[in-house]
């Protein structure tokens, strides 16, 4: 008993708080979006505020059974889960129900059943575990493909689910493996890569092959030595060869409506009834909050139903409409809040396990973030993403809930956790 | 593990840099950027479409025979209802329906939106909606919204006009201008000039606030535009004629079709029965419509120029032309008549007349209407050529050039070409032996031959004018533009030199003045008219009335045709009725009692 007293003490509270404040902020805008001036005030269990009541409660009670469930059950089964997932995630391939383009989900009576969403948590479990007591560098090459297969299997399953935004959000163990040893070349590697992508899309290759060409002789004057400058030259080489195959990537690979999605978004199509509807409706609903917003309620774009999936991929829209700039950023200051907490308390964590365990946590909340907020203001393409506790569905409201909950228990026990 | 402890920094400023880098976006599109702001008042629009109101249409001499009255649409906001009393009985007396239809088009309306308008009732009349109209403040949410309907201050020229009727969904895929519930012309004038009438809707736009509440024009108004009104139609017809025409043909079947000659202007276009235009306007539309289209005299049907009848005597004048063209006889060749056994052709086989003198000349057989004359003239004219399939081609080619078997391509949407066989139609039917003799019907306008009256009123025509037509058509000036189409003012020639109209013309003469004539009872003090009678067998009941004529013989302003179904002989019903009609229109009253 005074073991469980100490652990509800060393409870992070903050976190705790934030995440409250989040889903009760994110059930008034499901409200907002869904309102109309028909409906009554009561509560309606079909539509979906009323639902989303139902999920919170339920929410609350599993994060209280995850906080009180002793941490080495997670620790110890870690790898019992990872593979039910994965399991799981084969199954709904073969028996899921397809909607909104990706094949992802069961179906159980009323209610609708995610294994993806699942499958991060379990995900980050299987590899703190495994990483744990190892330091990166000291490791065999087999431990590394180990390590990465850990990642890629649940990834390309739901890349095979046609969930292109849920794959992307694996990504975020980048950023843990570079905590935890890493290379930062790789980081860096990334952005190069990513601006490189971009840049060849907006400009002719013959164009961006020159000024590349010009950039690499400049360079030639400072680095003269010989091995230097081998080194530019099969830089150069290479960063052809990879505008070309970006090309080839784009016009061959993708399907057409990423495509225009990715073109629409460089200003390159306008599509206002496909993919560039979403993207100019968002905007507007967005930018007509002004600074303070329209008031509660008295969002047009929502109220009318201009913007599609308002109260899932794009709920951020009635905040912004709604709430104005200060709205969003209050709700920005708080969830990257909540993010900052987790990232200050895994730092502190003394065993491997629960600090990657809450990297883990942290950046993945963040890769949802960055996609879905930075979808609807027009700085990615259009990705279907949950909002993390703010969007309407069960399956990621309590997705998100246990994989906060169980870094919320490793935390209460981080005195006792030694390694 | 402590060596990657400033890495814990950089995760973190990661984190960070992206989070002000979205900050600083959303900052743009909300507080910098003014494009995706609609109004301070954070507004949306509303379309609200304007009808246009139909052109009006009149008869030659401008007198208004198609006119547009005010009406009302009677609207709901089911919203505003939701939870006020309302003396529901009061309001379904003044507005005349039963309390399950209330409901139930409350229903309709409350499902398609609750605080949009939709139409309760549609196209109540000015006297309805101005007694409910006092009432109405009794009853929120609803009002009435101004629209105009087709008024008809004669109950005349039905089948000249038209009506209109709702758009169906295949028309508004056509052509966009429609949406559901607007209505259209579905025949006559209204269809047939339905772009010139229909004019432009116009369009106004509102500012809506969240609440569907109006907020005031979009700026000012600038976008708005008007309705503009529809073309008015001048047509060709004479409306006191058409509505004397009307009433002599009332209880009766049949079709009048009068054309001035000089124009082929349409001076009066009668099928009877008809029925009364006003009972397709409005509320009872489609209710009376129903009715009228399952009467059994079918009133909707044009007889003028849909229906196809045998023609009869009066094509005698046809063959009589082509006979003369061909060499076939002159005008002074007489043919004798056995009265009741008139002509044989084939053995006991005879086609009867009547008794009268005989021998008879072409002018005399024309005044008489002698079937054996005739049946004689059409051998004749067969044995002219080398065989009796280039007789009847040439024979064919010239009947033709008189409009018989074509379609008129005038500007009425519908009409019938009639029948003109071709002789493959007879080589098939006879086997290749047939002569004159085997289809000696044709000679005196019975066998296959069908001719629409207003196909015969042309023919009229074309004798009146020795030789050419103008295309027999009902508009005389569209509003806005300069002329009618020139295919209106072409002059059209049949295949008979107008020498040879003389003896047929002063045949037609002899019908109605001479002693033997048999339209006797035509003689008008004063005017001598040019007709021909005709008598079409009917097996099925009494032979059809048929009689065509023109006034006066020189420089003609009046060529008609009038066909009465079962109404005897020529005589009987058509010469009457198409005397009186020309002594209408040329004395502008009534001379002959």
């Given at each position: 008993m005074r073991q469980a007293k100490n652990i509800f003490a060393n409870i992070d509270k903050i976190s705790i708080i934030l995440y409250l404040f989040l889903m009760i902020f994110g059930w008034i805008n499901i409200y907002a979006s869904q309102y109309n001036d028909d409906t009554a005030f009561a509560i309606d269990l079909s539509s979906r505020y009323g639902k989303q009541l139902f999920f919170i409660l339920i929410a609350c009670f599993i994060a209280f059974l995850t906080l009180i469930i002793d941490w080495k059950f997670y620790y110890s089964l870690s790898y019992i889960f990872y593979i039910s997932i994965i399991l799981l995630l084969i199954g709904v391939l073969f028996k899921g129900s397809v909607a909104g383009g990706s094949n992802s989900w069961f179906e159980l009576g009323a209610f609708k059943f995610q294994p993806s969403e699942f499958a991060k948590f379990t995900t980050a479990l299987a590899l703190a575990k495994y990483y744990n007591n190892i330091h990166f560098k000291k490791i065999s090459l087999l431990d590394k493909l180990k390590t990465y297969a850990i990642i890629l299997l649940p990834f390309l399953l739901i890349i095979l689910q046609n969930d292109l935004g849920t794959s992307l959000v694996f990504s975020a163990f980048v950023l843990v493996l570079y905590r935890e040893g890493l290379s930062g070349n790789i980081l860096i590697f990334g952005l190069i890569i990513s601006i490189l992508f971009v840049i060849t899309l907006l400009l002719k290759k013959i164009v961006l092959i020159s000024i590349l060409g010009g950039l690499f002789l400049l360079l030639i004057i400072f680095y003269h030595k010989k091995k230097e400058i081998i080194a530019l030259v099969s830089i150069f080489i290479i960063s052809t060869l990879f505008i070309f195959s970006v090309n080839h990537i784009f016009n061959k690979v993708l399907a057409p409506h990423q495509k225009t999605r990715i073109n629409v978004l460089l200003g390159k199509e306008m599509d206002p009834h496909g993919a560039g509807y979403n993207l100019i409706q968002s905007k507007i609903a967005i930018g007509s909050g002004g600074i303070i917003g329209k008031g509660f309620l008295n969002g047009t774009q929502t109220r009318f139903d201009f913007v599609p999936e308002q109260s899932t991929d794009f709920i951020f829209c009635t905040i912004g409409e709604e709430w104005g700039f200060i709205g969003g950023l209050f709700f920005i200051i708080l969830f990257i809040g909540l993010l900052l907490r987790i990232l200050f308390l895994a730092e502190r964590q003394r065993s491997n396990f629960s600090r990657i365990y809450g990297y883990s946590t942290a950046t993945i909340l963040f890769l949802h973030f960055l996609i879905n907020i930075g979808m609807t203001i027009g700085l990615l393409p259009v990705i279907g993403i949950p909002l993390p506790f703010i969007s309407y569905g069960g399956s990621s409201l309590i997705g998100f809930t246990i994989l906060l909950f169980i870094f919320l228990n490793l935390d209460s026990y981080r005195l006792q956790i030694l390694r | 593990m402590i060596k990657f402890k400033n890495r814990y920094r950089i995760v973190t400023v990661i984190i960070i840099i992206i989070t002000i880098i979205f900050l600083c976006k959303l900052f743009y599109i909300q507080?910098?950027?003014?494009?995706?702001?609609?109004?301070a008042n954070n507004n949306v629009l509303r379309y609200d479409v304007q009808q246009a109101v139909r052109g009006l249409i009149y008869d030659r001499d401008s007198n208004l025979i198609v006119a547009n009255v005010p009406a009302y649409d009677l609207m709901i906001i089911p919203r505003e209802l939701k939870n006020k009393q309302i003396d529901t009985l009061k309001f379904c007396r003044l507005v005349g329906i039963t309390k399950e239809k209330f409901i139930i088009k409350y229903n309709k309306a409350a499902e398609y939106s609750a605080y949009k308008e939709s139409v309760f009732i549609k196209h109540l009349s000015k006297e309805n909606a101005s007694t409910l109209g006092e009432n109405l403040y009794e009853f929120s949410g609803f009002y009435l919204r101004k629209l105009t309907m087709r008024d008809y201050p004669t109950n005349s020229a039905t089948h000249v006009i038209g009506y209109l009727g709702e758009v169906n969904l295949r028309k508004t895929k056509e052509d966009k201008y429609y949406t559901k519930g607007d209505l259209a012309g579905v025949n006559g004038v209204e269809a047939a000039y339905e772009y010139n009438l229909r004019g432009t809707k116009g369009m106004k736009i509102h500012l809506v606030d969240v609440h569907s509440r109006n907020q005031g024009k979009f700026q000012d108004g600038k976008f708005d535009t008007l309705a503009i009104q529809g073309n008015s139609i001048t047509t060709t017809i004479n409306i006191k004629l058409q509505e004397y025409g009307e009433k002599l043909m009332k209880n009766k079947i049949g079709a009048i079709v009068a054309i001035e000659p000089s124009s082929g202007e349409i001076l009066t276009l009668v099928s009877s029965p008809s029925y009364n235009p006003n009972l397709l306007v409005g509320r009872k539309r489609s209710k009376n419509y129903n009715i009228i289209s399952k009467d059994k005299n079918k009133p909707l049907f044009n007889r003028a120029i849909q229906g196809t009848y045998p023609p009869g005597s009066t094509f005698k004048l046809i063959n009589g032309l082509i006979a003369l063209q061909e060499g076939a006889i002159t005008e002074y060749n007489q043919f004798s008549c056995g009265g009741d056994y008139g002509y044989s052709y084939a053995k006991d086989k005879y086609v009867g007349c009547h008794a009268h003198k005989t021998p008879l000349n072409l002018i005399e057989g024309i005044e008489i209407s002698c079937n054996s004359y005739f049946c004689t003239l059409y051998d004749k004219y067969f044995n002219k050529f080398d065989s009796n399939i280039d007789a009847y081609n040439n024979w064919n080619k010239h009947v033709s050039s008189f409009g018989v078997g074509k379609y008129m391509n005038n500007d009425f949407l519908t009409g019938a070409p009639g029948k003109l066989p071709k002789s493959s139609y007879f080589e098939n039917l006879y086997k290749g032996s047939w002569n004159a003799n085997t289809i000696i019907s044709m000679s005196i306008g019975q066998g296959e031959l069908l001719l629409t009256p207003i196909q015969m009123a042309n023919i009229t025509a074309i004798i009146a004018n020795r030789g050419f037509y103008y295309t027999p058509h009902i508009v005389k000036k569209i509003s806005g533009q300069e002329a009618i189409d020139t295919f209106f003012t072409q002059k059209k020639y049949c295949s008979i030199e107008p020498k040879f109209f003389d003896p047929i013309i002063k045949g037609m003469r002899e019908v109605a003045?001479?002693?033997?004539?048999?339209?006797?009872?035509?003689?008008?003090?004063?005017l001598e008219i040019c007709g021909k009678t005709g008598t079409a067998e009917n097996p099925h009941g009494e032979d059809h009335s048929i009689f065509v004529a023109f006034y006066p013989i020189d420089e003609p302003k009046i060529a008609i045709a009038v066909y009465v179904e079962n109404g005897g002989w020529g005589s009987t019903w058509a010469v009457p009725i198409a005397s009186l009609m020309i002594d209408k229109y040329i004395n502008k009253k009534i001379t002959n009692y």
């Open positions: - | 507080v910098v950027n003014d494009n995706y702001k609609f109004s003045n001479g002693r033997n004539g048999t339209a006797q009872n035509a003689k008008i003090h004063g």
